[in-house]
Structures are given as C-alpha cells and as structure tokens.
C-alpha cells in the first residue's frame, strides 16, 4: 500500500512538498531556481530533509524534468507504549500493533493513551504529530 510512486514536474515541486531523492522520501525546505542561459534550459537545485533519518539531500535537474515523488498515506494510532527508543502504537482503524523509532522532536513528550500521526511512504513509518494528550 506504500510503494506507490508518482511523477511531477519539477515546476509543480514547492516547499512542503515530498519527492524522491536517491530512493529516500524527502520533504522540500529550499528550491533555488537558475534563468536559462545561452546552452540550456532554466535549472532547479532542491535541498530537501529525508522523512525518516532527517538527511539532508540536494537535486539538480532541469525545470522542465519530472521527479518521483512517494504516495504518502496519514493514519491516526494510539500509543500503547513508550520504550525508550521505539513507541509502540496501534492503528487506529485495522488495531495493528506495530513498534516505530522515536525521533528527537517527540522525545519525553509521548505518553500512553496519546493519539498520534503517523506518515507512511515506501512501506515505512514515521510519526508526524501528536494530536490529543489524553
């Protein structure tokens, strides 16, 4: 379900905006774009922070050129768990049970009962943000 890939333009590309880099689903955080010169077409040079390990990544290529971005899937699941350095969380409309790696922007904020999303792309997962505290 979260091996889907597209393409897009790299026109249609914006900050915010998910694409493939090196086989890594990364969010967009800065686009440079060069004028077309006298032997070429206009350039785009994209940094973008990798979705899972927080990497950062750069693509070079012509505006005109069409990049690969993930099909990103949002799911609500409630923390069964918190062990240090895995939360455990259950999918809250299949009640999957299933462990992911906590990262450093929810460290010591995650409790049992929370509900939380969670981001998939490329058959992996990640939590985006926390939506209740219960």
Avoid at 71 to 91: F, G, H, W, Y
């Amino acid at each position: 379900m979260g091996d889907e890939i597209m393409l897009i333009s790299m026109k249609d590309v914006r900050i915010g905006r998910y694409i493939l880099i090196d086989g890594i689903p990364c969010k967009v955080v800065d686009i440079e774009t060069s004028a077309p010169g006298k032997h070429g077409s206009a350039k785009m040079r994209v940094t973008a922070m990798g979705m899972f390990e927080g990497q950062k990544k750069t693509l070079l290529m012509p505006s005109h050129a069409d990049v690969q971005a993930p099909v990103i899937t949002k799911r609500k699941a409630q923390v069964v768990s918190v062990n240090d350095p895995n939360v455990q969380l259950m999918d809250s409309e299949t009640y999957e049970v299933y462990d992911i790696p906590i990262t450093e922007e929810f460290k010591d904020k995650l409790k049992p009962g929370m509900l939380v999303e969670v981001m998939e792309a490329m058959s992996r997962k990640a939590l985006s943000r926390i939506l209740s505290n219960e």
